[in-house]
């Protein structure tokens, strides 16, 4: 597509539920983040995908915070029993290589997420 | 990872004036990026400029830096009321896998 797409743009979910939030790369974009941002803090490091290489799952806050990308493309980021300071909005990012020269990575909107 | 602290937390000035925004890292990078982020919302690429460059410019911004001091700046001339919005920026450092991280930001406003 012309640029990351996230999706749902908003959800509202209540606590102790499990949501799933989508993310479409950039057609050919090896790389694939997400990070989070809480009200008024910097982008929080989530999660990241590379090829066919294992994720670097070392930003994950807890183990109901999990993430998968399916061929390589599309990437799904799970979040079960949701708690209240799971609130922020949830954004994925994709670049076309890793490293290395061309490493401009391009964001989504983002999702929005509020657990009341 | 590689984070880079951005300075001041917050910026205000009047629509006309420059704005010069500060960005410190740690380790060694190949290459420096700024991000722009409106209300919450996506971060947009500005700008990169590589570790074998001193100053490069895109159209009213200018960035510039220093790998002996590991700082760089962004300065937005002749601001607008448009340009608010926070600022980020972003050390990539040389080798493996490139994984930004990003402080706070600097959140410029520009009053009309």
């Known amino acids: 597509g012309a640029g990351v797409s996230q999706s749902p743009s908003n959800k509202v979910t209540e606590k102790g539920k499990d949501v799933e939030l989508r993310c479409d790369p950039i057609?050919?974009?090896?790389?694939l983040y997400w990070y989070r941002q809480s009200l008024g803090q910097g982008l929080e490091f989530l999660i990241y995908?590379?090829?066919?290489?294992?994720?670097?799952k070392s930003g994950l806050p807890s183990d109901r915070f999990s993430a998968e990308r399916t061929g390589g493309s599309v990437s799904t980021l799970t979040i079960q029993r949701t708690q209240q300071e799971d609130s922020a909005v949830y954004l994925c990012?994709?670049?076309?290589?890793?490293?290395?020269?061309?490493?401009?990575?391009?964001f989504g909107e983002g999702s929005w997420l509020t657990v009341v | 990872s590689q984070q880079g602290e951005e300075d001041p937390q917050a910026l205000s000035i009047q629509e006309g004036e420059n704005a010069t925004m500060n960005c410190s890292y740690k380790?060694?990078?190949?290459?420096l990026q700024w991000y722009r982020q409106n209300s919450g919302r996506g971060l947009v690429h500005l700008i990169l400029?590589?570790?074998?460059?001193r100053e490069k410019h895109s159209g009213r911004l200018r960035v510039t830096l220093d790998t002996s001091k590991k700082s760089s700046s962004l300065l937005i001339t002749a601001s607008r009321a448009a340009d608010t919005a926070s600022y980020f920026c972003?050390?990539?450092?040389?080798?493996?896998?490139?994984?930004?991280?990003f402080g706070r930001g600097t959140s410029l406003i520009v009053h009309p």
């Open positions: 990012a994709s670049s076309l290589v890793s490293g290395g020269r061309r490493n401009t990575i391009y």
């Open positions: 057609s050919g974009h090896t790389a």
């Open positions: 995908f590379q090829g066919n290489s294992a994720p670097d």
């Open positions: 380790t060694s990078i190949n290459n």
């Open positions: 400029i590589r570790s074998n460059e």
């Open positions: 972003a050390p990539g450092r040389p080798g493996g896998s490139y994984i930004p991280t």
